[in-house]
Structures are given as structure tokens and as C-alpha cells.
């Protein structure tokens, strides 16, 4: 992928910031945070992107090479039982107020609560495509009664909801590598919806490391996580997706470099399973428009 878009050597530059270890600098970033979204494989080989939330200090670091998360999917996401000594795990950790995101690739070493992750990679992304949201005092996420809604394809709700969305979030897998879980932003209408079935969102200029198209032309399996965030609601895919790298295909798509297609096998929708009452205060200054005006 870095070849093909010209950025090898870009790319191997910026690679050496990727560290197996929790430098103090990190430590101190994932233990003020709330929220994370975590990649996952299921034992069927579906990729699920799912999110973990907690007051700050729910992250922390049993030693440098070990993350500690005091917090527990709800019973029916797919994270809970692909949670399995030795399984990889990808996250990437946000401050939507700073516009500060970090990485931290793993492998499990104890199920339970804590969930203890040993690291693998352990990076920070650049500020690009992050919506400036502050969380409310009160930004818990609260589990309430009503139960999930699933499906194959996408109802009317869920595709308003998707095409409202100015972030996102990828999980992908390599076979051998692991799992990761990466953030999609832009403005709202960014990810278009060709049917009930099949999304298409643009990829952006990024830190030319591609770790998500790499795994795609590797293994097209990934899951999709879309968060209300003044709700609290998710709404998570699993599917296939591929790249796009036709220019023909690119107009009305301002910004893009190629795109991502998705498909949509499965869907799952909970309410307040993520921190609510995050209120937006600034959209990304890199924001392309959606439609290319």
C-alpha cells in the first residue's frame, strides 16, 4: 500500500516512532482518558470494533509492557467473547477535547477485570479529521434496559445515522500481525451510503503508514463503530471492505486519495453503551466538504 501510493520512504520514517513499550509520557495520556474503541476477532474471523469507556484512571499500566482496563463489554457485543487468553487486540485511545489519539496494539494475558493487554505497538496519530468534542460533567455511559437491536441490512434509522456521522471508527486484522483499530473523521456526509448494504467513505491524506488498508489487502474482514455521541448510542458493522483506487470513481469525493468500499454482513445497535453528552464545539479545520463543493 505505501508503495502504491508513493510514500514508502515517508513511511519507514515515521515507523520508527512505534514502540512495544508504555513510555511515561503515554502513560500519563491513556490514564486521564474515558474512552477507547478496541478491534476484535471473533472465533468465526469476523472483525468487530467495539468501545470500552470508564472514569479517568479506568487505563492504566501494570508495567511498561502491560495495560490494565478496568471495564467490561456488555455481554452481547462481540468483544466479550473474542476476549480469550492470547488474542489480539487493537485500540486506539481518544481525547476528542485535545484532539489527541494513541494506538496500542496487544495481545490478551488475563481476561477478567482488569483485562490485562501485553503491547505490541504503542504509537500517537497526528490531530487530522479529530471533531473538537468536550465531554459533559456527567459523560458516564449508562447501561439501560432496552435491549440491542441487530441485523443484516441497514434500516432506514440506521442509514440516516450513518450518513449524519462526522467520525467513525475501523477495526481490521492482519493473520499474522493482529488487530487494529484506527479513526475516520470528515464532515457530516462524508460516509455515503450506495445501499442497505454497502457504504463508501473517502480516505484522506494521513501518516502514510496505512496499517488499515494494509490489513484490508491482506484480509478484507473489519468492523465499523458509529457513536451518538450526546446519546451515548453505538451502532457497530461487521462486513468486507476493499479499496478503491480508480480516479474516475474519486469525483464529488473532494480531498480523497482513493476510496473504501464496505459491506455490510451484520449489525448491532446499543443504546448508552458509550460515554454520552459529548457536545461539539469545532469540526476538524482538515475537513474536506462531503460532496466536494
Given at each position: 500500500?505505501?508503495?502504491?501510493?508513493?510514500?514508502?520512504?515517508?513511511?519507514?520514517?515515521?515507523?520508527?516512532?512505534?514502540?512495544?513499550?508504555?513510555?511515561?509520557?503515554?502513560?500519563?495520556?491513556?490514564?486521564?482518558?474515558?474512552?477507547?474503541?478496541?478491534?476484535?476477532?471473533?472465533?468465526?474471523?469476523?472483525v468487530w470494533a467495539s468501545s470500552l469507556s470508564g472514569p479517568?484512571?479506568?487505563?492504566?499500566?501494570?508495567?511498561?509492557?502491560?495495560?490494565?482496563?478496568?471495564?467490561?463489554?456488555?455481554?452481547?457485543?462481540?468483544?466479550?467473547?473474542?476476549?480469550?487468553?492470547?488474542?489480539?487486540?487493537?485500540?486506539v485511545v481518544m481525547d476528542f477535547a485535545a484532539r489527541r489519539?494513541?494506538?496500542?496494539?496487544?495481545?490478551?494475558?488475563?481476561?477478567?477485570?482488569?483485562?490485562?493487554?501485553?503491547?505490541?505497538?504503542?504509537?500517537?496519530?497526528?490531530?487530522k479529521y479529530i471533531q473538537r468534542r468536550e465531554p459533559a460533567?456527567?459523560?458516564?455511559?449508562?447501561?439501560?434496559?432496552?435491549?440491542?437491536?441487530?441485523?443484516?441490512?441497514?434500516?432506514?434509522?440506521?442509514?440516516?445515522?450513518?450518513?449524519?456521522?462526522?467520525?467513525?471508527?475501523?477495526?481490521?486484522?492482519?493473520?499474522?500481525?493482529?488487530?487494529?483499530?484506527?479513526?475516520?473523521?470528515?464532515?457530516?456526509?462524508?460516509?455515503?451510503?450506495?445501499?442497505?448494504?454497502?457504504?463508501?467513505?473517502?480516505?484522506?491524506?494521513?501518516?502514510?503508514?496505512?496499517?488499515?488498508?494494509?490489513?484490508?489487502?491482506?484480509?478484507?474482514?473489519?468492523?465499523?463503530?458509529?457513536?451518538?455521541?450526546?446519546?451515548?448510542?453505538?451502532?457497530?458493522?461487521?462486513?468486507?471492505?476493499?479499496?478503491?483506487?480508480?480516479?474516475?470513481?474519486?469525483?464529488?469525493?473532494?480531498?480523497?486519495?482513493?476510496?473504501?468500499?464496505?459491506?455490510?454482513?451484520?449489525?448491532?445497535?446499543?443504546?448508552?453503551?458509550?460515554?454520552?453528552?459529548?457536545?461539539?464545539?469545532?469540526?476538524?479545520?482538515?475537513?474536506?466538504?462531503?460532496?466536494?463543493?
Amino acid at each position: 500500500m505505501q508503495t502504491r501510493a508513493g510514500v514508502r520512504d515517508m513511511a519507514s520514517k515515521i515507523g520508527t516512532g512505534i514502540r512495544s513499550e508504555i513510555a511515561p509520557g503515554a502513560l500519563e495520556f491513556l490514564r486521564s482518558q474515558r474512552f477507547a474503541v478496541v478491534a476484535s476477532v471473533a472465533a468465526a474471523g469476523d472483525v468487530w470494533a467495539s468501545s470500552l469507556s470508564g472514569p479517568p484512571g479506568f487505563l492504566s499500566a501494570i508495567d511498561p509492557h502491560t495495560l490494565a482496563i478496568d471495564a467490561s463489554p456488555a455481554a452481547d457485543d462481540p468483544l466479550a467473547d473474542a476476549l480469550r487468553v492470547g488474542a489480539r487486540l487493537g485500540m486506539v485511545v481518544m481525547d476528542f477535547a485535545a484532539r489527541r489519539r494513541m494506538r496500542v496494539n496487544g495481545h490478551v494475558v488475563r481476561t477478567g477485570r482488569p483485562l490485562l493487554v501485553g503491547t505490541d505497538q504503542v504509537y500517537v496519530n497526528c490531530p487530522k479529521y479529530i471533531q473538537r468534542r468536550e465531554p459533559a460533567r456527567d459523560s458516564s455511559s449508562v447501561a439501560l434496559a432496552a435491549p440491542s437491536r441487530q441485523g443484516t441490512g441497514l434500516g432506514a434509522a440506521e442509514l440516516a445515522w450513518i450518513e449524519a456521522a462526522d467520525t467513525f471508527f475501523v477495526a481490521s486484522a492482519h493473520p499474522s500481525a493482529g488487530a487494529d483499530a484506527s479513526h475516520r473523521g470528515g464532515s457530516p456526509g462524508f460516509v455515503r451510503v450506495r445501499d442497505e448494504r454497502t457504504l463508501r467513505w473517502p480516505d484522506y491524506a494521513g501518516n502514510t503508514m496505512f496499517q488499515t488498508l494494509g490489513n484490508l489487502a491482506v484480509s478484507p474482514s473489519a468492523g465499523l463503530l458509529f457513536i451518538d455521541f450526546e446519546r451515548g448510542d453505538t451502532l457497530q458493522l461487521s462486513g468486507r471492505a476493499r479499496v478503491v483506487w480508480d480516479a474516475g470513481q474519486l469525483n464529488g469525493y473532494a480531498g480523497a486519495e482513493r476510496l473504501v468500499e464496505f459491506s455490510v454482513d451484520r449489525w448491532i445497535a446499543r443504546a448508552g453503551a458509550a460515554p454520552r453528552g459529548y457536545r461539539l464545539i469545532e469540526p476538524s479545520p482538515f475537513n474536506p466538504p462531503a460532496r466536494g463543493e
